[in-house]
């Protein structure tokens, strides 16, 4: 087993796994993800317009969102943070786009449309913050490289209305 030392020398600081089993060809073929540490338990896999597709299962695409959303939320938190606002809660309603670019299927495009709930911020602060985050988002900079369209929509969520 590595120690948190042996990983910062080699470079690689954090990791983390899954493990995927595949039944069967593309079309109609049925798969399972679990994650490493076990969070969400065992998840159906399917792939994007195979005969089983639809509710219930992940696909690959569905996961590239979810891992998109889950770091940049987090790189934002902490961006907020060190420039002095307390946040309440983000959440990010996150869409990434399977197509076809040169004759081979890729990621096309991930969306976040981020609300963000925090003390004393404003929309410019907010916007900042979020052009920041993407800078430095290990997710967002892995599809970026890899030359997928990155769309960030940041918003304040309302205010909530002080009770009576």
């Not at 679990?34 to 569905?62: C, H, I, K, N, V």
């Not at 890729?106 to 916007?127: F, N, Y």
Request: proline share 5%.
């Amino acid at each position: 087993m590595s120690t948190t030392r042996d990983r910062l020398d080699s470079g690689e600081v954090l990791h983390g796994g899954a493990v995927v089993v595949w039944s069967g060809d593309l079309k109609s073929g049925t798969g399972s993800l679990r994650f490493e540490y076990g969070a969400g338990g065992e998840l159906a896999l399917l792939w994007p317009g195979s005969d089983g597709y639809g509710p219930g299962a992940t696909t690959p695409e569905e996961l590239t969102a979810a891992a998109h959303a889950a770091c940049f939320t987090m790189t934002l938190a902490h961006t907020l943070a060190r420039n002095g606002h307390s946040v309440r809660k983000i959440t990010a309603n996150a869409r990434a786009t399977f197509g076809i670019a040169e004759h081979v299927r890729v990621i096309r495009r991930s969306q976040l449309d981020i609300t963000v709930q925090a003390d004393g911020l404003a929309e410019p602060e907010l916007t900042q913050a979020a052009e920041l985050a993407g800078r430095y988002c290990p997710v967002s900079n892995t599809l970026r490289i890899g030359g997928v369209e990155l769309h960030v929509a940041p918003h304040l969520a309302a205010p909530v209305p002080a009770s009576r």
